[in-house]
Structures are given as C-alpha cells and as structure tokens.
C-alpha cells in the first residue's frame, strides 16, 4: 500500500515536471503539496547542527512569517518535529497555547489556524523541517498523512542529492532513475559505513560523502555505491578526489 502511495505521487510529481517542461524540484514539490493536501501554505526550512537555519521554499508570505516565526520565538511545530525526529500535528493552533504560549497565538493573528511539521532527515541525519499549513483548523486525513510523509522524503531526497541540480532550486533534469527504491538505503548505508571508518557523527559522514560527490560531479548516489563496494574510501583529505 505504502509503494503503491510513493508510486503514485511520484508519477504525479513526474507528470507535473513534464507538464512545465523541466525536473522535479524543492519548489515543484511544495506547490503540487497544497493541491494534493489542499493546504494553504508550504515552507521547507533547512536545520544545521549549529542552529544554522535557510528558508529553502515557502509558497507564499504567511509561509514564510510562520517559518521566522518559530526561529525568531524558540518555538513551535516546526522547532519541536526537528528535535523529535517525528511529526508533529498541531489541528488547532487557539488550543495550543499551552504547548507554544508565544508562537500559537502568533500564528493565529498571522492567519494560520493549524500547521502540520514533518522532519526532513535520513535515517538518524537530520536536515530540516517540511511544513504545511491551513487557514483553518482541522486535522488532516489518513490519507493526507500517509501523502505528506512521501513528499516529505521527496523533499529529503531532493535536499541530500546536489548532482543534476540548478544551483539553489534543487532542480533534477531526470527524476525517473534518481527515484530508484534503494537510493535511501544505499547512501543511509554508506553514511554509517563513513561513520565507523572514520571515527566521526553521521552529519560528517554524510556531509564527507556529499562534499565527494560535488567535487567530483558523481551522483551522492554513485559515491554511496563505490563506498558500498569498498572501492572508495574517503579519508582526511579526499574529498576532492
């Protein structure tokens, strides 16, 4: 049922990026999100480490005024599904004064009435937050659920795979054989593998692997495969090749 799901809006999110005449992207994701989840507002915002934060696509103002909102604060959905490394789903934001005595009513006078977090993150890495919201309160649907957590990863995908993009949109020229089932595994696996060999956290290994892949103009996934097979390994000092 779930591969039936990610078969569906994937072939959904192809068909639009043919309809335009380009690749899927960040902002291609986000738009066809307000249709399929008839949302009102769409915002991906990218998390470091460090607190670092980059408003990556808002579909429109009050998307973004939440996405400040919450780092301007210190709190809110978006904030707390990142720490938590799970959803958070916020139906009615006039009842959550409790959670987020700042930023509820906050988001409230600024015309959201519900906002829905879902973290951007790739296996125990986390990049960010995808976060949609209505004007209206109200929870969504099983099946809304069920399509935002695949745009999510759709959108997670896109942000850890820099090759074949347009600088700045996450823009992929060929969606169908970057949308292959075991990219997940394949660069979840060589990130772990990078982790143990080099003695260093997940984020390193993954922003080791990537750092490779860009220099190299490879695919995150090819340098995942080559590490994979033990034919590539990538320590201090060679991630330039």
Not at 95 to 101: C, F, K, L, S
Not at 118 to 124: R, T, V
Not at 164 to 181: K, N
């Amino acid at each position: 049922m779930e591969s039936e799901r990610q078969d569906r809006i994937w072939n959904l999110l192809a068909d639009e990026a043919r309809h335009l005449g380009g690749g899927i992207s960040i902002d291609l994701v986000c738009s066809t999100t307000r249709r399929v989840l008839a949302v009102d507002g769409v915002g991906v915002t990218l998390i470091g480490a460090d607190t670092a934060r980059e408003v990556a696509c808002a579909t429109d103002q009050r998307s973004r005024r939440l996405e400040e909102l919450q780092f301007m604060l210190g709190e809110g959905p978006c904030l707390e599904s990142f720490a938590l490394g799970a959803p958070v789903l916020a139906s009615d934001l006039a009842a959550e004064t409790a959670r987020w005595p700042v930023f509820a009513p906050a988001a409230v006078e600024a015309g959201a009435r519900s906002v829905f977090s879902f973290p951007l993150q790739f296996g125990a890495v986390a990049i960010g937050t995808f976060e949609v919201h209505r004007r209206t309160a109200g929870p969504l649907s099983g099946e809304e659920l069920g399509n935002a957590l695949v745009l999510a990863d759709t959108v997670a995908l896109l942000l850890l795979d820099s090759h074949g993009r347009d600088e700045g949109t996450g823009h992929l020229a060929d969606a169908q054989p970057w949308l292959a089932p075991d990219y997940h595994t394949e660069v979840y696996q060589a990130t772990g593998m990078l982790s143990v060999q080099l003695g260093i956290g997940l984020d390193d290994a993954l922003a080791r692997l990537r750092a490779h892949a860009f220099a190299n103009e490879l695919s995150v996934s090819a340098v995942a495969r080559e590490i994979l097979a033990g034919r590539l390994r990538l320590d201090e000092g060679d991630a330039d090749g």
